[in-house]
């Protein structure tokens, strides 16, 4: 059938617009709520959310959804998405939501929904979700003596801080460390100050004022500037911008350099791989990950596989295949030895780790590799199939030809929008612009 309220990542819109309002999220909480319930004992699903002032609303309504079809449910409050994840299995819930538009700004909102081992549910459970919500909704409530409890829990918090604590080697503290850290005014903006402070570093603050409307705006890791000027203010020696729901970071090193997620993910795999605790025998990342990514971890025996853009692809694949070290380069890198979605807290616990270990600074352990010239550009179109065109895989063959083994050529339509994306990389930055730009100009002249 075809897919009316869920996309690529749950569901997500603009906040009292379609799907974002109060009557498809009780929707949602009734019909998740009843697929999800398949027995005689008593059924929980555990819910967090955000910062945004939309949350009151969205989540009062899922609450009334789930009671009404016999579910008990746990409310976090504010809560990074992969705590919501490891709650609920920690408690073990039937079911995990997040309401959470991630790295938008307040005005959007979404709902994301775990099953009761942390993952994002499949989409056929969400198509079955789906069915439900278009069917009669008189047939999936509860009897009166059974409608579900609500109950907040007040220990979420601490349980979260611990958990992410104990993902470190043991007797590992950042005493001596200056840290500023910039929560987005989202949900971190409690648990990750907490957690770093508990671990001995002297922690600046940043972005931990939400209002329900400030979350994202100039901060977190879609606005590291504010970041980078406090780095260099306070001499700190690491940066870390988490965005809206903390499933991913962006580190600024002492200098204020931006660290992206190609760099952490070399440089976890290799500390992990002297531990003796990489699995895989390499890194999941997506196709937007730098050729000199791949060409650092073959250096260390490691292989790199590619998947499409997106986290889902990426955890799709480490569980099939063993991985526990993935991710992507806008810092969203998920650890499966300890979560099952992308953890910024936890990833910067991991790189802090090796600061601490190392004594060097974040400048010289994030310098593993120089990245290749990546130069992408977007080509709109209003209709048809552009990349269909005789011209256009002409340029798309002769590109490939001129990169050969030098260099990488991607070239996707966005999931999201009507564009093409065309990106280029190789070891020869003017060949490369020549590339994209020969293609761009083709794909142009196809979509005129």
């Given at each position: 059938?075809?897919?009316?309220?869920?996309?690529?990542?749950?569901?997500?819109?603009?906040?009292?617009?379609?799907?974002?309002?109060?009557?498809?999220?009780?929707?949602?909480?009734?019909?998740?709520?009843?697929?999800?319930?398949?027995?005689?004992?008593?059924?929980?699903?555990?819910?967090?959310?955000?910062?945004?002032?939309?949350?009151?609303?969205?989540?009062?309504?899922?609450?009334?959804?789930?009671?009404?079809?016999?579910?008990?449910?746990?409310?976090?409050?504010?809560?990074?998405?992969?705590?919501?994840?490891?709650?609920?299995?920690?408690?073990?819930?039937?079911?995990?939501?997040?309401?959470?538009?991630?790295?938008?700004?307040?005005?959007?909102?979404?709902?994301?929904?775990?099953?009761?081992?942390?993952?994002?549910?499949?989409?056929?459970?969400?198509?079955?979700?789906?069915?439900?919500?278009?069917?009669?909704?008189?047939?999936?409530?509860?009897?009166?003596?059974?409608?579900?409890?609500?109950?907040?829990?007040?220990?979420?918090?601490?349980?979260?801080?611990?958990?992410?604590?104990?993902?470190?080697?043991?007797?590992?503290?950042?005493?001596?460390?200056?840290?500023?850290?910039?929560?987005?005014?989202?949900?971190?903006?409690?648990?990750?100050?907490?957690?770093?402070?508990?671990?001995?570093?002297?922690?600046?603050?940043?972005?931990?004022?939400?209002?329900?409307?400030?979350?994202?705006?100039?901060?977190?890791?879609?606005?590291?500037?504010?970041l980078i000027r406090k780095v260099n203010e306070v001499r700190a020696d690491i940066g870390i911008a988490l965005d809206g729901d903390a499933d991913r970071v962006v580190i600024v090193d002492e200098k204020g350099a931006i660290i992206d997620g190609?760099?952490?993910?070399?440089?976890?795999?290799?500390?992990?791989?002297?531990?003796?605790?990489?699995?895989?025998?390499?890194?999941?990342?997506?196709?937007?990950?730098?050729?000199?990514?791949?060409?650092?971890?073959?250096?260390?025996?490691?292989?790199?596989?590619?998947?499409?853009?997106?986290?889902?692809?990426?955890?799709?694949?480490?569980?099939?295949?063993?991985?526990?070290?993935?991710?992507?380069?806008?810092?969203?890198?998920?650890?499966?030895?300890?979560?099952?979605?992308?953890?910024?807290?936890?990833?910067?616990?991991?790189?802090?780790?090796?600061?601490?270990?190392?004594?060097?600074?974040?400048?010289?352990?994030?310098?593993?590799?120089?990245?290749?010239?990546?130069?992408?550009?977007?080509?709109?179109?209003?209709?048809?199939?552009?990349?269909?065109?005789?011209?256009?895989?002409?340029?798309?063959?002769?590109?490939?030809?001129?990169?050969?083994?030098?260099?990488?050529?991607?070239?996707?339509?966005?999931?999201?929008?009507?564009?093409?994306?065309?990106?280029?990389?190789?070891?020869?930055?003017?060949?490369?612009?020549?590339?994209?730009?020969?293609?761009?100009?083709?794909?142009?002249?196809?979509?005129?």
């Amino acid at each position: 059938m075809t897919r009316k309220y869920f996309g690529t990542d749950g569901i997500r819109g603009s906040a009292n617009a379609f799907p974002m309002t109060s009557e498809v999220a009780l929707k949602v909480g009734m019909s998740a709520g009843k697929l999800f319930t398949n027995g005689s004992y008593r059924h929980r699903v555990v819910i967090g959310k955000d910062t945004r002032l939309s949350g009151y609303m969205i989540e009062s309504a899922l609450v009334s959804g789930f009671t009404a079809v016999g579910m008990d449910v746990f409310q976090l409050g504010p809560m990074p998405t992969p705590a919501v994840a490891m709650l609920t299995r920690s408690l073990r819930a039937d079911l995990g939501v997040m309401i959470s538009a991630s790295h938008n700004p307040y005005v959007d909102n979404g709902i994301k929904l775990f099953g009761p081992d942390g993952y994002k549910l499949s989409d056929e459970t969400e198509a079955e979700i789906e069915q439900l919500m278009e069917g009669d909704s008189t047939e999936l409530l509860a009897a009166a003596e059974s409608i579900g409890r609500a109950t907040r829990i007040d220990s979420a918090r601490e349980r979260y801080v611990e958990f992410a604590k104990r993902t470190l080697p043991k007797n590992i503290r950042f005493d001596g460390i200056r840290v500023v850290i910039d929560c987005a005014n989202g949900a971190g903006y409690k648990v990750a100050p907490e957690a770093l402070w508990e671990l001995g570093a002297e922690v600046i603050k940043i972005g931990v004022e939400p209002n329900g409307l400030n979350i994202n705006k100039d901060c977190g890791s879609t606005a590291p500037e504010d970041l980078i000027r406090k780095v260099n203010e306070v001499r700190a020696d690491i940066g870390i911008a988490l965005d809206g729901d903390a499933d991913r970071v962006v580190i600024v090193d002492e200098k204020g350099a931006i660290i992206d997620g190609d760099q952490l993910m070399a440089v976890i795999a290799e500390s992990w791989l002297m531990r003796g605790r990489l699995a895989g025998g390499g890194v999941v990342a997506t196709v937007m990950s730098n050729l000199a990514l791949e060409r650092y971890l073959e250096n260390l025996g490691l292989g790199l596989v590619r998947t499409p853009v997106g986290d889902r692809y990426v955890v799709e694949h480490m569980r099939a295949h063993g991985y526990n070290v993935g991710g992507e380069q806008s810092g969203h890198i998920v650890l499966s030895d300890f979560s099952t979605t992308g953890d910024g807290l936890i990833t910067a616990l991991q790189l802090l780790a090796v600061v601490a270990q190392s004594g060097k600074p974040v400048s010289e352990i994030c310098n593993r590799f120089e990245p290749l010239p990546q130069i992408m550009q977007n080509v709109r179109y209003k209709n048809g199939q552009p990349l269909d065109n005789v011209g256009v895989q002409r340029a798309i063959s002769d590109g490939k030809s001129k990169l050969g083994k030098a260099g990488r050529l991607v070239i996707r339509p966005s999931g999201t929008e009507p564009v093409i994306r065309v990106m280029a990389e190789g070891d020869d930055e003017r060949l490369v612009k020549r590339v994209v730009s020969d293609i761009v100009h083709a794909l142009s002249d196809a979509a005129a």
